[in-house]
């Protein structure tokens, strides 16, 4: 279990045998009220929170985004490989064959990032199907771009001490087209790269992706229970849309910390 994991989540004591858990606000997602990234991570920081994620950091000039997180006193835990052209559907090239010199440039301008923020982590976004394509006719060139995308990622990751994410989204409610769409493919897929630093990240709320305390399928008591019994010491990543703003969402995150003092 990696950064982001539970991006929605939910509050549990914590007892003193346990470990504290770790939240990073995802500032693509949070704090969207607000236009600017470095006024998002003021912002995380006015809340509480010690660390952030972005998706896609790259409109903002990272001299900019590193004054705010050292005014702040915030870690940047997490940022995203550059989606493509998201205007003719893109959303990652890391699976789409034929795109393998992009992903590359991708990769090296958020590894520019991620090593002027001292971020450890780069969710290496696979891409979707093809408009037009049927899903199990290419679900095999597709796996295969897949894998040898992700172990060259890894080897350029690796010399700099970054580990590589990624991340099944569901093609039910959020992503029809998405190329990762579950669990099972995901860890599949890891197996097959055979590459220490390239792990998985997942996201929840079922089915609304709403803040941990609304009306969902998953009761984050539990699971933070159970985070802190295995000893989980990465983020936990809040990648949610608040119901109302963002700090009136987050009743939960404050009962957490409250509790777990």
């Given at each position: ?24 606000a ?7 009220e ?27 000039k ?20 550059p ?65 040898q ?34 669990p ?60 109302g ?10 009962d ?6």
């Amino acid at each position: 279990m990696n950064a982001g994991m539970f991006p929605s989540t939910g509050s549990a004591p914590c007892d003193s045998n346990m470990s504290r858990l770790k939240f990073c606000a995802n500032i693509s997602w949070l704090y969207t009220e607000l236009p600017d990234l470095t006024q998002r991570i003021c912002a995380a920081a006015s809340d509480g929170f010690k660390a952030v994620e972005a998706a896609w950091p790259y409109d903002t000039k990272i001299e900019h985004i590193q004054r705010a997180r050292n005014d702040n006193g915030v870690k940047v835990v997490l940022i995203n490989t550059p989606p493509g052209d998201m205007k003719a559907g893109d959303l990652g090239l890391a699976a789409v064959p034929g795109r393998e010199a992009e992903f590359r440039q991708g990769l090296q301008l958020a590894l520019k990032y991620a090593n002027a923020l001292d971020c450890k982590r780069i969710h290496l976004m696979a891409g979707r199907v093809p408009v037009g394509s049927d899903r199990a006719e290419v679900a095999s060139e597709m796996e295969s771009t897949f894998v040898q995308n992700l172990q060259y990622a890894a080897d350029v990751l690796m010399k700099e001490g970054v580990t590589g994410l990624i991340e099944p989204i569901n093609t039910r409610i959020t992503d029809p087209r998405y190329f990762l769409d579950s669990p099972h493919h995901a860890a599949a897929v890891i197996e097959k790269v055979g590459k220490p630093n390239i792990k998985l990240q997942m996201i929840a709320q079922v089915p609304g992706r709403n803040e941990p305390d609304s009306a969902g399928e998953l009761k984050y008591q539990y699971l933070f229970s159970l985070l802190e019994s295995m000893g989980y010491t990465e983020y936990i990543g809040c990648e949610y849309k608040p119901l109302g703003s963002t700090s009136e969402s987050l009743g939960w995150f404050r009962d957490y910390m409250t509790a777990s003092k």
